[in-house]
């Protein structure tokens, strides 16, 4: 019986420590959610790489570049670079350059992007590029320039259609409109998986436990990570290696006059000391917009509410 061998993802920190004999298909991008948009250019990427007999390679940047080159950009990402990382070695893709982005490395001219990184460094036969792409200094080189350069260095351009591309425009769009609106099933449609956030459990108020509703109080790891909207989520969790299912308040805690955005996740028939642990939390589903209640006594029957809706989604989802 044939042995099927399992090739792992090789990662790069920068251009300059990639190296390999062999020729690649190439592609870059952000590659922000790695969402369905995403995944088909992926796919078009490994099979045109397969049928080249050729390695295939994402050459992704971080920082976002808007973080670099504006002041005031406020950009909020779908995913951390770790999770950006995890998710495309699920592709079956071979190498992932992960740049350093900087002023420096924006400057680059589009011949000296082409000869000294695609060719000299990544040794590309061929680059998978979308129509509108625009590169080198001031983004002043188009697709023409780049079929000009491979015929030049001896390389082949494919383009990704127009069709694709505007497929990962608007699912880029569609997905920060629908977490920002609280609408997380809609956004996981598009995402092709459920929305995470991951951070390190610390101590919060502890408002929960006196109310019979004790919460992990989840410090998010990157700043720069999209938060949904304020309100209330039905989350699943792998603690200890048991899928563990639960609520989530994203909000300020306005009842009890809390000014802080917080994300506190209570687990539901779950009891485990998690202080200093790092969670993953996934979102299912949005149960309800935050709300500023009466009294405590109102803030808890509407917990006990939010449980009946969760458990009643659980049965359907099991």
Known sequence: MRQEIIVRLKI????????????????????????????????????????????????????????????????KLLNTIAERTELLEKTGLDHLIIHPFDKTFSRLTAEEFVKDILVDQLNIQKIVIGYDHRFGRNRTADIHDLIDFGHQYGFDVEQI?????????????????????????????????????????????????????????LAIDADYKL????????????????????????????????????????????EADLYEKTLTVSMLEHIRDELKFDSIDSLKKAIENDLSFTRNYLKNLK
């Open 161 to 217: 259609s127009a069709q694709q591309i505007e497929d990962v425009s608007v699912s880029s769009t569609k997905i920060r409109t629908a977490l920002l609106e609280g609408n997380v099933s809609l956004a996981n449609q598009y995402l092709g998986y459920n929305y995470q956030l991951s951070g390190t459990v610390v101590h919060g108020r502890k408002l929960g436990r006196t109310i019979g509703f004790p919460t992990a109080n």
């Open 12 to 75: 790069f920190h920068s251009i300059d420590s990639f190296s390999s004999n062999q020729k690649t298909v190439v592609t870059l991008g952000t590659f922000d959610g790695v969402h369905i948009g995403h995944q088909k250019i992926v796919q078009q990427l490994l099979h045109s790489a397969r049928q080249s007999d050729c390695e295939s390679v994402i050459l992704t940047f971080f920082p976002h570049p808007r973080m670099v080159l504006q002041d005031q950009s406020e950009i």
């Open 227 to 270: 938060i949904p909207k304020k309100g209330v989520y039905i989350v699943q969790s792998i603690i200890n290696g048991q899928t563990v299912y639960g609520m989530m308040n994203i909000g300020t805690n306005p009842t009890v006059d809390g000014q802080t955005l917080s994300v506190e996740v209570y687990f539901i028939d779950f």
